[in-house]
């Protein structure tokens, strides 16, 4: 009986070590989790550009910097837009120049920079803050801010709207083309991709893009054209370079760019996840909806100035004429009861009409003229003649910029 308990024990003994050795066999054995896949790299290629578009928003924020390169046979016409973004507050600012040669036609440059009345162009350089609710305007030649809401502007002409953009709180950056970017090939971080046309012909500034646009490339007809694009990515998936070529939409024959060589636009991204964007105003902020009118509802004696942000030669900001001004308004006058006369004949009447009320008006109003004894004088288009079934003169002097 003890050899026969020994033996079973023995068995036993045999049996443990065995299960010892199964069970350490099993872990060896046992599925390793899967490597992650990159959010944007390790995904369909089609689709790369798309997601890092995702994945720089997903930082929280960035600073940006944007340069659009016109090429003529006159030089070089540069925009810079500048500033940081607010990805989940959706809020930016931005400060934006131009930089146009002095060789540049007058209509050229009027249209890169707009016109206002008396002066050869608009300014050059203009600051802006973007949320939810309001775009904030600073002109560069002005210190105080106009403060636009929605209902604030004509939405029609884009000139504001371009400012707010829909993939980052600032508008009129490639970012906004980005969502429909397709990758065509991949080296490391580094892509060539092509674009549809419309979103990028969309953020190009004022009416830059009718000028240019070749008949091959109108917008809405050409849906299916596509715009070559090169980006840089960084190791998270996010866009530190992309660069859009334009040239091939330019008209080879008129317009004011006629010759035109190249266009191109440049976006550089950086600082991700520690840009904070301006959200106050520094200085003087004044309500666009009571400062910002057309020049005809400017009462005779206030001062206006002509950069509202909206290119727009009829609106003006309507200002104390203690601070620094572009302009008085000495005279307003109305030709009724008789349809519109062609502008030949509506010029003359206004010429007439500021000729007669120059030297009755208040001698205050017209001595701070830039040149002496001169004076300007807007009167109505056809469209408004007929609008309102009479015409309208406005007489003003353009004062010396920053007189007060």
Not at 135 to 154: E, M
Not at 161 to 174: C, M, N
Request: glycine share 10%; with cysteine; charged share 25%.
């Amino acid at each position: 009986m003890i050899r026969r308990l020994a033996r079973t024990g023995a068995v036993l003994a045999a049996a443990s070590l065995l299960l010892t050795a199964c069970s350490g066999g099993g872990n060896d054995s046992a599925p390793k989790a899967a490597p992650t896949r990159h959010p944007v790299f390790d995904q369909k290629l089609d689709r790369q550009m798309f997601l890092a578009l995702r994945q720089s928003q997903k930082a929280g924020s960035a600073s940006f910097t944007q340069t659009l390169t016109l090429t003529t046979r006159k030089g070089k016409a540069v925009q810079t837009l500048q500033g940081r973004l607010d990805f989940a507050r959706n809020t930016g600012d931005a400060t934006v120049r131009w930089k146009v040669p002095e060789q540049y036609s007058d209509a050229a440059k009027d249209l890169l920079l707009g016109r206002a009345p008396g002066r050869s162009n608009a300014d050059a350089l203009g600051r802006f803050l973007v949320d939810g609710q309001h775009i904030t305007y600073r002109a560069g030649s002005a210190d105080y801010w106009l403060r636009y809401a929605g209902g604030d502007y004509d939405a029609s002409r884009r000139t504001l709207d371009k400012l707010r953009g829909t993939e980052a709180a600032v508008g009129g950056t490639l970012l906004e083309a980005l969502g429909g970017a397709e990758a065509t090939s991949r080296q490391g971080g580094n892509y060539q991709a092509n674009v549809p046309l419309d979103p990028v012909w969309n953020m190009l500034p004022g009416e830059l893009s009718e000028q240019l646009t070749s008949e091959s490339y109108t917008p809405g007809v050409s849906r299916t054209k596509r715009v070559p694009l090169t980006a840089s990515l960084d190791d998270q998936g996010r866009f530190t370079r992309v660069r859009a070529d334009l040239s091939g939409m330019l008209a080879k024959k008129g317009g004011f760019f006629a010759g035109a060589t190249s266009l191109t636009v440049d976006l550089e991204l950086s600082g991700y996840g520690r840009s904070k964007p301006d959200t106050r105003a520094d200085g003087q902020i004044l309500d666009a909806a009571g400062t910002v009118r057309l020049i005809h509802q400017v009462k005779p004696g206030h001062c206006v100035d002509f950069s509202t942000g909206q290119r727009d030669i009829e609106l003006v900001a309507d200002i104390p004429c203690a601070k620094p001004h572009d302009g008085r308004v000495f005279a307003q006058t109305t030709f009724g009861g008789h349809a519109y006369p062609g502008r030949s004949a509506a010029k003359a009447q206004a010429t007439e009409s500021c000729r007669g009320v120059f030297d009755r008006v208040p001698g205050a109003w017209t001595a701070e003229s830039d040149e002496k004894r001169s004076y300007w004088y807007m009167w109505s288009s056809e469209y408004d003649w007929q609008q309102d079934r009479k015409g309208r003169a406005t007489c003003y002097v353009v004062t010396a910029r920053g007189q007060a």
